[in-house]
């Protein structure tokens, strides 16, 4: 294993042996305009100590180390340095080490990001480090439970912005460096080092200020949000404090503990890999969140959602920190069901669960499904499982399983033993018992056995309704729970409180709950007490109001009945649930994908919900082009763009509805050369629908459409890249450009992914999505090439950028072969092959494999059951 791979046990023995108090890090980003110039100095001084005077440890850096000077002695760098890891020997009872050495900018948003802006030729900076990648940029000891005080000194050149996560000084000008500004940081509360940030550019800059009086006495935050320059006049940061200053409101009546780390800014980032990350002091976001192009009222509600996710984290991962990543959940979970809380309660989106039950949760089902599922609180053995497991379980799952808990302790329980959580752990690092404890406090309940049952095994519940009726009347309903064991056999049927909803018809031809019952599941069938007796519903919803984790069934009379009706549907969270059930019974086989897109052509135009909408448009896309077989998928797609077409044309001028049917039209566009003389008539302005702003987001997506289609050359896609020189037009461009159906334009593609040292992160990723437009035989001779590529990409690129091609480039837009299994289909031959003789790949890498494999596998086997 490469030393740059941490492992847990190596982590917890430097745990026992270190304690760190303080950090004075310097870094000179002087010449980072120069692009000849690939790295920038670093001095980290480190004061710890040891609790066995003359044993030795060691410190991370990924660079150039110039020096080493342990307790006043200067190491000689040769015998010290090993790869990533630098070696103190010898140490004393106090120790103070300093680091001279150059680190690299980076293009892979990973250590210190460096970001040219091809609109004004503007150099921008920022840093990204979860879960380790601050050794990218000054040596330090890199995991959660060694956290420090942090001061940082950076040189800058003159005029930038900079920040950290502690108030700046604009201390002198550098008499290093000419036109060149040293900044001084204050010092910080103790953090772990993966949350430490530094920002540097020509940002646009936006100041407001939070106050509130706290019964210690008035608190006032100063507020500061960041973007480039260039997109100042799309940058609404008034509606960006808004948000801020109400989740600063809701959180500190939730937790009564006041925000315990001074300023808090806010930095909308280019080429960002992640939606944001929780540096105190100075959170990150990507800047897909500036919207330059018109946006949906869900791409809003998706934004304040991450703003106050990531403010959730200044408790919730920041004041208290997890001891090491198998606990990650403690603070993604939690933010993931804090953010969605306050976004319900302090914000205009009342129906925000409506969304977390629609979108958050599908993504939880999918990875819950896959071979690679874990328990929420998962075994996470180094730092390349811990990068992986930033997934649908940690997150949405962790955050499904909190609202059972909720339910079982009550809310005011919760709540007072997250208060007593905070108070107890401050500035520290706990794990999972330490959580249950203050809860079980709180509340009086004992948690053992739930945890065990929620949050120690994995797997996905399935609950189906057992009904048995005398005409028209219920003789009696029980639930039926599924729940196999993912990863050691037998089962794992856990405890429910839930909801089943009963929905007629009334006369004003809606579908309405005229019924509920609520009560516990547990076991493998539950007798619903009360249920006896009641008329046959049209419509039977197990859980109704979505308050546990499983995946629903419906009967197969409310199966039809969703199916043709279900428009008609009145309340907005049973809609999604129902559109989430026939989802999940499309990818498992148990809907035709022809069913699915034809209830999304009956129903989607009633939907109002316009981020349910924008999902089972995506859905129905994926239907189309994944689970429906080949012989059907020519007119099914061209049934689908029909409906997006014709709906298109319905929806009300202007409305997100309208916009979120142009985006399908150029979707499904992407593989239906007969819709070319529509997309370019939109392109140009002729019988563009009254309302509909064709702005640069969607020009781009319908010359990728056209592109894709053979329908636009290259001239064509220069003069639109020349009239959009922003940083999405040159991704636009690139995706367009190498969508273009042609083996030599895949292949050019191709050698650029891989062997190429020109792209970003972002690019890299528009360049993989362009590669995989067009029919699926362009790319039927790169198979072989994909499977001996593997080794070499994940030993010459780093993890993100290793993963983005891995899982980009698979080969999984195949075909089932009528008569033959899915298991036969020659790329799942292949992969298996590869995944049996590299037994001692790293496992990050199989990983990978092994979820695209399975996720290949559903989409064979739906296509089987539909032939």
Known sequence: MSTANLTRDEAARRALLVSVSAYDVSLDLSSARDGSVPGFATVSTLDFTAAEPGADTFLDFIGEVHAVVLNGVDLAVDDVVDGPRIHLRDLATSNRVTVTGTAWYSSSGEGMHRFVDPADGETYLYTQYEPADARRVFANFEQPDLKAEFTFHVTAPAGWQVASNGAGTLAAKSASAAGAERWDFARTKRISTYITSVLAGPYHRAEDLWTADLPAGRLEVPLAAFCRASLAPHFDAARIFEHTRKGLDFFHQLFEFPYPFGKYDQAFVPEYNLGAMENPGLVTFTEKYVFESRATDAQYQRRANTLLHEMAHMWFGDLVTMKWWDDLWLKESFADFMGTLAVAESTQWKDAWVGFANQRKAWAYLQDQLPTTHP???????????????DGITYAKGASVLKQLVAYVGFDGFIAGARGYFRRHAYGNTTLQDLLTALEAASGR?????????????????????????????TSLAVHQEAPDPLGGGRNLRPHRLRIGFYDRTADGTLQRSHSLELDVDGELTEVPGAAGLPRPALLLLNDEDLTYAKVRLDDASAATALAELGALRDPMARALVWSALWNATRDAVLPAA?????????????????????ILDQAGS?????????QRAQLRARFLAAAVRELGN?????DQQLAWARTVAAVGRRTPEANRFLRDLLAGRGTPSGLAVDADLRWRLWQALAANGGAEVPELDGELARDQTASGRAGHLTAVTARPAVSVKEAAWERILHGRDLSNELLGAAIEGYRQGPAELREGFRGRYFEALESVWASRSIEIAGRIVGGLYPSDADVRPGTAAEDHPVVVITDHWLTTHPDAPAALRRILLEQRALLLVAL???????
């Not at 929420?376 to 930033?390: C, G, P, S, T």
């Not at 239907?623 to 012989?631: D, F, I, L, N, Q």
């Not at 929806?651 to 409305?655: F, L, M, Y």
């Open 376 to 390: 929420v609180v998962a075994d996470i053995r180094d730092l390349e499982a811990a990068k992986q497991n930033f």
């Open 446 to 474: 004992d948690l053992t056995g739930w945890s065990t049952r929620w949050l120690q095994t994995a797997g996905l519940p399935t609950l189906t309704p057992v009904i048995e009726t005398d005409g028209a009347t219920i």
């Open 595 to 615: 069913a699915f897109v034809d209830a999304v052509d009956r129903a989607a135009a009633a939907e109002t919900d316009i981020g349910v909408l924008q999902m």
């Open 623 to 631: 239907a189309v082009e994944r689970y429906a077989p080949a012989v």
């Open 651 to 655: 929806a009300a001028a202007g409305s």
């Open 861 to 867: 086997r739906a296509q089987l059951a539909a032939v």
